[in-house]
C-alpha cells in the first residue's frame, strides 16, 4: 500500500480525466495523458503548488473544502 495514497488518487484521477471531459481544449501535444496540474488546480480553485505538494505526499492534510473542490472539478 502507498504511504502517499492521496497523491496516487489525485495524479491517476488527474490522469483518467481528458480536456474534453471539463470542457477544456486539447491544446497542443500533452506529454502525459489527462489533465495537466495547472488545469486540476484551476478547475479547483486551487493553486498548481498546492496540488502538487498534494500529489508529491508533501501536504496530507487538505481541508475538507478543498477535498471537495478536489472531487467536483
Given at each position: 500500500?502507498?504511504?502517499?495514497e492521496?497523491?496516487l488518487?489525485?495524479?491517476?484521477?488527474?490522469?483518467?480525466?481528458?480536456?474534453?471531459?471539463?470542457?477544456?481544449?486539447?491544446?497542443?501535444?500533452?506529454?502525459?495523458p489527462?489533465?495537466?496540474?495547472?488545469?486540476?488546480?484551476?478547475?479547483?480553485?486551487?493553486?498548481?503548488?498546492?496540488?502538487t505538494?498534494?500529489?508529491?505526499?508533501?501536504?496530507?492534510?487538505?481541508s475538507?473544502?478543498?477535498?471537495?473542490?478536489?472531487?467536483?472539478a
Amino acid at each position: 500500500m502507498s504511504d502517499n495514497e492521496l497523491g496516487l488518487f489525485l495524479r491517476t484521477r488527474r490522469e483518467a480525466v481528458t480536456p474534453a471531459e471539463v470542457g477544456l481544449p486539447s491544446g497542443p501535444r500533452r506529454r502525459t495523458p489527462g489533465l495537466r496540474r495547472s488545469e486540476l488546480a484551476t478547475l479547483a480553485g486551487v493553486s498548481v503548488e498546492y496540488l502538487t505538494r498534494l500529489e508529491q505526499g508533501r501536504d496530507r492534510h487538505p481541508s475538507p473544502p478543498v477535498l471537495s473542490a478536489l472531487a467536483e472539478a
